[in-house]
């Protein structure tokens, strides 16, 4: 008896001082917070919804009203100027739209990719996602040796070599369009071009036929799944804790184990063809094959590290673009005063490809005035929306004097959007981006800037090129009148009517 009360104090002391810890400790957090708050609070930004959790009650209204953060962030800049102040408990993260802040900062390699992110990426809720690869990789000479051998993946030489893949994905798509066409039907365009990406990266980065058009798959649902949790893990600090977040936490995990067990497939069947000397392509797993290393003895770290990349290519090279298309179609097709552009994009076709049923390298370069609509629709459709540095040490922007210490967050949402850089910017005006039109400077970054800008920038643009002359060539499509305009936020930005055209032969390709 004695030694059970004995045990039974000794507990409730332990309780006690635990609690007294946990007590200083949150003491000392908060701390902390303020001393956050008075160093950086001399910068302008909007008033704080609590003490501890800064401005991430603003943040989670917005996604509880299925709202898109990037339209706060452009309010905040336009209200607040070119350098803000966010907080999220202890972190400070700066809204930058200064164009000298945004050249300094994205073209060196000084400034490397937010921890913050870089680590929810990394791993999402436990499962690791991007790992270590190339899209989340902070040190830069780890970065910098991927990159390296990446690069020859996307080289203009060996991206010549992937018209042929581009024209014959694109065209099982027209086939699709096709039946459609002859039974008057309408039709959703984002799930279908959604197939085509992944047709695309399936093949030419993998070399694996998937005909998604034909055939149903599990992978654009995983990668659905993933870039929610994206998100979440990005955007709620305490998800995870809710019990009622376990189902879907679950599937979260469950669909990156899916692509990572399909590219330890895909890696093993190519790993195999190499060793039997097979022909194999020079394609982006090869590269990734590479980046591990030492072939013949990989350890489990050289493994993981190659899913990472995999995962990163799979995802990074399919959604984005299938996002541009379906943009580009719903501008097109949204305003009556764009027909005149319609008209003009389509006779282009007509010039550069006639009755072509393949689009050469050479065909692509003369399609000026359809970059020009691309470059337009990602202006005010950035699909990959911004991107984010660390800035460790003070600096000056805009006369505002930066601490180290924080987060510089880049949105080129917000910059696309903005009356300073684009005048009119909701009026969708390809003219914007005439050769002989001034350059936009650095407001414009769709596929980020300096040394960490996307790596499939020309890939994304000749996929999307193809599939547009392909459409513009041999149908003509317009909106279903009554749809949304509105976008989803699912990491990347999408159309949430999924953009429904009714679509019909064009007269001369009947
Ligand atoms: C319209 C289509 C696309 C857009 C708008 C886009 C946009 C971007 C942006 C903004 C980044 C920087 C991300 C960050 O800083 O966190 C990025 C990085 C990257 N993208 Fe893309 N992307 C597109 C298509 C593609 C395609 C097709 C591929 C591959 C086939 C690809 C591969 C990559 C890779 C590997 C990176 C990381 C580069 C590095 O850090 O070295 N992207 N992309």
């Given amino acids: 008896m004695a030694l059970w009360h004995l045990l039974l104090n000794w507990a409730s002391t332990l309780l006690l001082l635990l609690l007294s810890l946990l007590f200083v400790a949150f003491l000392g957090f908060c701390a902390y917070i303020k001393y956050k708050h008075m160093k950086y609070d001399h910068i302008p930004g909007p008033p704080r919804d609590s003490f501890f959790f800064g401005h991430s009650p603003t943040f989670f209204k917005i996604m509880e009203g299925d709202g898109i953060v990037y339209e706060k962030f452009l309010e905040w800049s336009e209200t607040y100027g070119p350098v803000y102040r966010i907080n999220l408990l202890h972190y400070v993260i700066l809204g930058v739209s200064c164009p000298d802040a945004t050249k300094e900062i994205l073209m060196s390699s000084k400034y490397t990719k937010d921890e913050f992110i870089a680590n929810r990426l990394s791993n999402l809720f436990g499962q690791r996602f991007l790992g270590n690869g190339l899209v989340t990789a902070r040190d830069h000479e780890q970065w910098y040796k991927q990159r390296r051998i990446m690069d020859p993946a996307f080289s203009s030489l060996y991206l010549r070599g992937l018209m042929g893949t581009f024209n014959e994905r694109a065209e099982k798509l027209m086939e699709k369009l096709s039946d459609e066409a002859d039974n008057k039907g309408n039709v959703k365009m984002l799930p279908l071009v959604n197939c085509v990406t992944l047709d695309v990266i399936a093949k030419a980065a993998f070399g694996v036929d998937l005909d998604l058009l034909n055939t149903s798959s599990p992978f654009p649902k995983a990668i659905e799944t993933c870039l929610k949790g994206m998100v979440y893990s ?16 679950k599937e979260v995990r469950e669909a990156c184990r899916l692509l990572r067990r399909t590219g330890a497939q895909w890696i093993h069947d190519r790993k195999t063809a190499i060793q039997n000397g097979d022909d194999v392509p020079k394609d982006i797993l090869t590269q990734i094959i590479k980046t591990a290393g030492k072939e013949e003895n990989t350890t489990k770290e050289d493994e993981e590290f190659m899913l990472d990349n995999f995962v990163a290519f799979f995802i990074a090279g399919q959604e984005t673009t299938a996002n541009l298309i379906a943009f580009c179609i719903m501008s097109l097709g949204r305003h009556p005063d764009i027909l005149e552009r319609y008209i003009l994009i389509q006779k282009e076709v007509d010039d550069v490809i006639g009755m072509k049923m393949d689009l050469s390298y050479d065909d692509l370069g003369k399609l000026t005035y359809l970059t020009q609509v691309l470059k337009e629709t990602l202006r005010i459709y950035p699909t990959a929306p911004g991107t984010s ?76 090129k193809v599939v547009m002359a392909k459409l513009l060539q041999r149908f003509d499509f317009t909106l279903i009148p ?18 429904l055209c009714s679509i019909r032969h064009r007269k001369h390709s009947q």
């Fill in 234 to 249: 990005i955007r709620d600090a305490f998800f995870q804790f809710n019990l009622k977040n376990r189902p879907f936490i």
């Fill in 389 to 464: 540095r660390d800035i460790i040490k003070d600096m000056v922007i805009n006369g505002i004097r930066i601490p180290g210490g924080c987060i510089a967050l880049f949105s080129s949402y917000a910059s696309g959007r903005m009356d300073k850089f684009f005048k009119d910017p909701l009026t969708f005006d390809p003219e914007r981006f005439h050769p002989d039109a001034p350059k936009p400077y650095y407001c414009y970054y769709p596929f980020a800037l300096g040394p960490r800008a996307c790596l499939g920038k020309n890939f994304a643009q000749m996929e999307a």
């Fill in 482 to 499: 009554g749809q949304t305009f509105d976008l989803v936020d699912t990491g990347s930005l999408r159309p949430k009517s999924g953009v």
